[in-house]
T-cell receptor, first 112, second 114 residues
Framework: QKEVEQNSGPLSVPEGAIASLNCTYSDRGSQSFFWYRQYSGKSPELIMF????GDKEDGRFTAQLNKASQYVSLLIRDSQPSDSATYLC????????????FGAGTRLAVHP | ETGVTQTPRHLVMGMTNKKSLKCEQHLGHNAMYWYKQSAKKPLELMFVYNFKEQTENNSVPSRFSPECPNSSHLFLHLHTLQPEDSALYLC?????????????FGQGTRLTVV
């Protein structure tokens, strides 16, 4: 069983729409959850961090965490072509506060 | 310079060569990492160093040999690699137990083994 699972996509949404990216994880004791964005040929950069159940909003981005369902999602409102990238979900496993386990990423394509 | 810097950005090496990847961070972090990114696969954690000490080796073949002389520098020594080792190698650093313990990544070294 994969530790962190994401749909590889591509997820294609029109400009201005809401993009919904999903991630599930297997370690029930996972503590912290991250969403990274990676443009082609570039390194990953952090866009959201969440550790409590519920929603966390930052500008056009909302992260949602449900620990009971072992599910974390990222919503991008008013999607822009510049949001086209691969989005990586990462979790800090139980007992591993200083390492991140990544999913394979979901490729998002926002078309004009 | 700021952030995490990796050199070289691109490397082509033969299977009998020996080469080294270098990573330097200017963020004052105490943890450094090597990750491998292959096409359509998750980022694979290879090694973790905390305060210069290796705290994790994720079953990495011995043809990859890390070195961490201080908290700011991390090396990955390569020898007798295989073509399947071709990938993007990413270095990262973080400050464990920080309020947001995010990993900051370097730009990576694109390695091709021929």
């Amino acid at each position: 069983q994969k530790e962190v699972e994401q749909n590889s996509g591509p997820l294609s949404v029109p400009e201005g729409a809401i993009a919904s990216l999903n991630c599930t994880y297997s370690d029930r004791g996972s503590q912290s959850f991250f969403w990274y964005r990676q443009y082609s040929g570039k390194s990953p950069e952090l866009i959201m961090f969440i550790y409590s159940n519920g929603d966390k909003e930052d500008g056009r981005f909302t992260a949602q965490l449900n620990k009971a369902s072992q599910y974390v999602s990222l919503l991008i409102r008013d999607s822009q072509p510049s949001d086209s990238a691969t989005y990586l979900c990462a979790v800090t496993p139980s007992g591993g506060y200083n390492k991140l386990i990544f999913g394979a990423g979901t490729r998002l394509a926002v078309h004009p | 310079e700021t952030g995490v810097t990796q050199t070289p950005r691109h490397l082509v090496m033969g299977m009998t060569n020996k080469k080294s990847l270098k990573c330097e961070q200017h963020l004052g972090h105490n943890a450094m990492y090597w990750y491998k990114q292959s096409a359509k696969k998750p980022l694979e954690l290879m090694f973790v160093y905390n305060f210069k000490e290796q705290t994790e080796n994720n079953s990495v073949p011995s043809r990859f040999s890390p070195e961490c002389p201080n908290s700011s520098h991390l090396f990955l020594h390569l020898h007798t690699l295989q073509p399947e080792d071709s990938a993007l190698y990413l270095c990262a650093s973080s400050q464990p137990l920080a309020a947001v313990p995010e990993a900051f990544f370097g730009q990576g070294t694109r390695l091709t083994v021929v």
